[in-house]
Nanobody, 123 residues
Framework: VQLQASGGGLVQPGGSLRLSCAASGSFSSINAMGWYRQAPGKQRELVASITRSGGSTKYTDSVKGRFTISRDDAKDTVNLQMNSLTPDDRAVYYC?????????????????WGQGTLLTVSS
């Protein structure tokens, strides 16, 4: 699976931005995709995930109500709409292809990563 992320940039606090991740290749080993982020000096964290079938979504608490993950099956693209951005959202964002296990509602990343895209939130 090859992933190509895009959409990062500079936005003012309270602003919005959308990230996109285009996927290509064989999807036989994955059934979900996720967006991670890594802020300076912090560990990479899962921000949101979405299943390829059914569209089940999951968010980390800090972005619930502000971020929306969606998919465009026709384009094999996963988007992350980010609203009400704050400086705490500043990070490098990475898309990932992985697996979602419904038994424990857990997203597990596979070693398929897009290149990072930087989001800066500053006035």
């Amino acid at each position: 699976v090859q992933l190509q992320a895009s959409g990062g940039g500079l936005v003012q606090p309270g602003g919005s931005l959308r990230l996109s991740c285009a996927a290509s290749g064989s999807f036989s080993s994955i059934n979900a995709m996720g967006w991670y982020r890594q802020a300076p000096g912090k560990q990479r964290e899962l921000v949101a995930s979405i299943t390829r079938s059914g569209g089940s979504t999951k968010y980390t608490d800090s972005v619930k109500g502000r971020f929306t993950i969606s998919r465009d099956d026709a384009k094999d693209t996963v988007n992350l709409q980010m609203n009400s951005l704050t400086p705490d959202d500043r990070a490098v964002y990475y898309c990932n292809a992985g697996r979602y296990y419904s038994t424990n509602r857990c997203y597990t990343p596979r070693n398929y990563w897009g290149q990072g895209t930087l989001l800066t939130v500053s006035s």
